[in-house]
């Protein structure tokens, strides 16, 4: 008992909650070992997506995700604990941790082979952990523990970057997070489906909308039908969203409409009108499922195709 004490609660530091002795710790599974981390320190479970590598970076950081916003260095733990790599598959998942780095809350994504359970593990089940040798460096372990007759390595994960690298990954994400503007792909697909569903009177309110709140751009349209443009709009809007982790083809065809668009006499308070009325309209249809992180991704999307489109002509 005072082994398990001095594993957990000395070494590390580490603040158990109401009951002093018992944790949760969600399980999972790499290359055939099952490693436990605590639960409190989990934000999220995910599904390996690709991730923006970072150019210089040890090859165990294989990139950053951005989720809804936050942008998140992605460790693979195989890599990190040296054990023989695995090709990502369906079963692939990132947990998405919290972790203490310097005494600042950083989020952290680790690629693991799956996950396997969640335990209620008391201090008294907790072991020192033995030496892995060359395998695992003591750092990354808290302890080991045995629940229904398994073994579950319990990691401590504040350590698994160490200061340096985590310099090295926060000063890259804010350059990533500059130049990407922090869209969420993953969150601007889903909504984008949901609102397709009724693609037609998303258009067709949209026009509805800017023209009764600002009738001065109506004349602009005199040379188009409405019923086309509305189509050639969601086009437009569909075309966005699936370029939208490809930047640079992206902002080809949107220099390009850009430059059109300045022949049809849009200005710039033109896109701001544009952006807050599709924004709105967006909303409405959207109804229960429309949420903020909805809403701001959205925000950032068109952000970027208006100042894109206005960059062709020398305003933005
Ligand atoms: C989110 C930004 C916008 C997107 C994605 C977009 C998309 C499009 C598309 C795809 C067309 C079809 C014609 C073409 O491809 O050139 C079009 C036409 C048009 N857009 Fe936009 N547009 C945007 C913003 C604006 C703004 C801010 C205005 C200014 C009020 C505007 C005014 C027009 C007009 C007047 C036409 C019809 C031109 C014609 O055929 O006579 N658009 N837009």
């Given at each position: 008992m005072s082994t398990a004490r001095y594993a957990t609660d000395e070494i590390h530091g580490i603040n158990f909650n109401a009951d002093p002795n018992k944790n949760q710790y969600l399980t999972f599974i790499l290359a055939g070992e099952e490693y436990g981390v605590d639960i409190l320190r989990v934000q999220e479970i995910?599904?390996?997506d690709n991730v923006t590598k970072i150019p210089n970076a040890p090859v165990?950081?294989?990139g950053v995700m951005?989720?809804?916003?936050?942008?998140?260095?992605?460790?693979?733990?195989?890599?990190?604990f040296q054990l023989e790599s695995l090709e990502y598959n369906k079963m692939t998942v990132v947990i998405v941790l919290k972790v203490i780095n310097e005494n600042k809350e950083r989020i952290m994504g680790i690629v693991v082979d799956a996950v396997s359970d969640?335990?209620?593990?008391?201090?008294?089940?907790?072991?020192p952990a033995p030496d892995f040798g060359d395998v695992i460096s003591v750092e990354f372990l808290r302890g080991?523990?045995?629940?229904?007759?398994?073994?579950v390595i319990l990691l401590d994960i504040d350590h698994l970057l160490d200061a340096n690298e985590m310099q090295f990954v926060s000063r890259r994400t804010q350059s990533v997070k500059v130049q990407e503007t922090a869209i969420d792909a993953d969150l601007l697909e889903k909504s984008f489906t949901e609102l397709s569903q009724q693609g037609g009177l998303l258009v067709s309110r949209f026009y509805e909308e800017l023209f009764k709140r600002y009738p001065d751009v109506k004349p602009l349209f005199s040379n188009t039908s409405i019923a086309e443009q509305q189509q050639k709009l969601l086009a437009a809007i569909k075309l966005v969203v699936a370029n939208i982790r490809d930047p640079q083809a992206l902002k080809n065809v949107l220099v390009k409409l850009g430059e059109r668009?300045?022949?049809?006499?849009?200005?710039p308070e033109h896109y701001k009108a544009v952006k807050a009325t599709l924004l709105d309209v967006m909303k409405e249809l959207s109804g229960a499922s429309w949420s903020e992180s909805k809403r701001a991704t959205w925000d950032n999307a068109l952000q970027v195709v208006a100042s894109t489109m206005l960059k062709a002509d020398g305003n933005g």
């Open positions: 995910k599904g390996w165990y950081i294989k951005n989720l809804r916003g936050t942008i998140v260095p992605i460790i693979d733990l195989r890599q990190r969640v335990y209620d593990i008391t201090g008294e089940q907790i072991r080991i523990a045995t629940v229904h007759n398994r073994l668009h300045r022949g049809y006499g849009a200005q």
